[in-house]
């Protein structure tokens, strides 16, 4: 079974910081995405990665920014965190070719204060 | 604009019944669309995925159709049961590599 992890399952962080979140999955899948997830907006999403190095701004990548340097992890960094981007984030990965699932971890819940 | 819609944030049904779920879809012409079931406090898990040319699909008691013409695909879970309630997600693929997801139907199976 894929196994997509999520460092932290809840963060609190003060406006203004600099906050990683972080992601691995185990299946050698070339797809990685970032969603956040609000009430009444359902998943949005903020940036994916279809390779090492490589990565494509999705819906609403204002504020935040990714990083992948290996295959296996995906990185979403907030610059300076406000109380707006308190939200659900899901990670996601999936195989390149296009009928394949997306396979989420279970989330990291984020409050900025 | 892509827009995908789900028409009910919300639906409650009796134990037994057929529950159906609708997605609607605008400005996209996907390839195949999927459909996702997600639990409190986890992650979208997969459950079915119907290309273009597929009229239908089942898999148990789920049964999706998928309707080019009308951009309507929706969602039916037979025999429902309280096990079955969770919030289900639509979701497309348009451009490059990029999976666009619906609000979500919460379903609420009740005994």
């Known amino acids: 079974d894929v196994k997509v992890t999520q460092s932290s399952r809840y963060l609190v962080k003060r406006t203004g910081e600099k906050v990683f979140l972080e992601c691995v999955q185990d299946?050698?899948?070339?797809?990685m995405f970032w969603y956040r997830q609000d009430p009444g907006l359902g998943l949005r999403l903020i940036y994916f990665?279809?390779?090492?190095?490589?990565?494509e701004k999705g819906d609403i990548p204002e504020g935040y920014s990714v990083s992948r340097e290996k295959k296996e992890r995906f990185s979403l960094i907030l610059e300076s965190a406000s109380t707006n981007q308190t939200s659900m984030y899901l990670c996601?990965?999936?195989?390149?070719?296009?009928?394949?699932?997306?396979?989420f971890g279970n989330g990291t819940r984020l409050t900025v204060t | 604009s892509q827009k995908i819609e789900q028409n009910s944030e919300a639906l409650n049904i009796q134990e037994g019944k057929t529950a159906t779920l609708t997605c609607n879809y605008t400005?996209?012409?996907?390839?195949?669309l999927q459909w996702y079931r997600q639990d409190p406090g986890r992650g979208p898990v997969f459950l079915l995925l119907i290309r273009e040319n597929e009229k239908e699909k089942r898999k148990e008691r789920l049964k999706v159709t998928f309707d080019t013409t009308l951009k309507q695909s929706l969602f039916h879970i037979t025999a429902s049961q309280p096990a079955d309630s969770a919030t289900y997600l639509c979701a497309l693929q348009g451009g490059y590599q990029k999976v666009t997801f619906g609000t979500g139907t919460k379903l609420q199976v009740i005994p």
């Open positions: 400005n996209y012409s996907p390839a195949y």
């Open positions: 990665s279809y390779d090492v190095k490589m990565k």
């Open positions: 996601a990965s999936s195989l390149q070719q296009n009928n394949s699932p997306l396979h």
């Open positions: 299946m050698d899948h070339e797809n």
